[in-house]
């Protein structure tokens, strides 16, 4: 059976809302590999003090120009990489990425990930049934795991026969769905995305959109989307987060992107291209 939701407490101050996750003081330093065998070795603060709290349900994105640290951060709540400094917590539970994968299946239960590339994320010698079935043989999930996969793949817009065939045969936009199905095959109740519509045209960058914020609705998932596209965090997220160097400069509501007077937060929205407008006009 499936691991106990993560118990809920209280967010930060001025909020009452159940927190999905929770980050302190997290930080992650890159060793650098020395140049000469006389030289120290430099390192790179890629992440430095990010404290968050995502409240349940939210639709968190986190934005900021390239190199500012959103995927360095997105792996850390993912639980891929180990901090340098500080924690990740769910329901108060530590998320020990340096743990072995069995003390920590409990989060991956509770987790999807989907990433920006669906052609390097797939592998190209596994039908999809069995692509998207992973998760529940790795997590040793209980039931009928063919029941299980079809379910994702019908959420996901695709046809029942997908799961016969090859990812060559899908396309980009396709592609990404079978990414998704996998990561929300297990019943997870928090999804992480990377960029998970930076590599897709304007138009299937649009339904996927539709396809998450579907999913969130149905499932009750929290999502936490790393993007440097303004525009894709406006029309899904509830909630943003602003990364500069390695820093969280900005934070709050949705709307504080229009309302924001920090300057990266300006920068950034400034220079973001603006949405094709509905065929109505604004
Ligand atoms: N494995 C690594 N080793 C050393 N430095 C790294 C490593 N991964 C990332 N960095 C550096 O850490 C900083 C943050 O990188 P990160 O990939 O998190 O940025 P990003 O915001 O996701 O950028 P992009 O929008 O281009 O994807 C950058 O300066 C990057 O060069
Ligand atoms: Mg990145």
């Not at 691991?3 to 929770?22: C, H, Q, Y």
């Not at 239960?109 to 989907?114: F, K, M």
């Not at 797939?122 to 039931?143: K, N, Q, T, Y």
Request: one cysteine or more.
């Amino acid at each position: 059976m499936s691991d106990p939701a993560p118990e809920t407490r209280p967010a930060d101050a001025g909020s009452s809302a159940p927190v999905a996750l929770e980050v302190r003081g997290l930080g992650l330093t890159y060793r650098l590999p020395r140049r000469g065998p006389f030289e120290p070795g430099a390192s790179l603060p890629a992440l430095q003090g990010v404290d968050l709290a995502v409240p349940r349900g939210a639709r968190f994105g986190i934005v900021g120009e390239s190199g500012s640290g959103k995927s360095t951060l997105i792996r850390l709540l993912a639980g891929l990489e180990r901090p340098t400094t500080g924690t990740v917590t769910v329901g108060g539970r530590p998320v020990d990425a340096g743990a072995g994968a069995g003390r920590l299946r409990w989060f991956r239960r509770i987790t999807g990930l989907v990433l920006q590339d669906p052609y390097a994320s797939l592998d190209p010698r596994m039908r999809v049934g069995s692509i998207v079935a992973e998760p529940l043989r790795s997590l040793r999930v209980r039931g009928d795991h063919d029941a299980l996969v079809a379910d994702a793949l019908r959420r996901v817009d695709l046809p029942a026969d997908a799961a016969s065939r090859f990812p060559h045969a899908f396309s980009g936009g396709q592609r990404q769905r079978i990414a998704i199905a996998r990561a929300i095959v297990h019943g997870p109740s928090i999804l992480f995305g990377d960029e998970p519509m930076s590599a897709l045209d304007v138009v299937v960058r649009a339904r996927i959109i539709e396809v998450l914020q579907t999913l969130a609705d149905d499932l009750g998932l929290t999502l936490v989307l790393v993007s440097h596209d303004i525009g894709v965090v406006q029309r899904l997220c509830d909630h943003v987060a602003v990364l500069d160097a390695g820093r969280i400069v900005d934070a709050g509501p949705i709307g504080l992107l229009d309302a924001s007077e920090h300057p990266i937060t300006r920068a950034l929205v400034d220079a973001a291209p603006t949405l094709p407008s509905p065929p109505d006009g604004r």
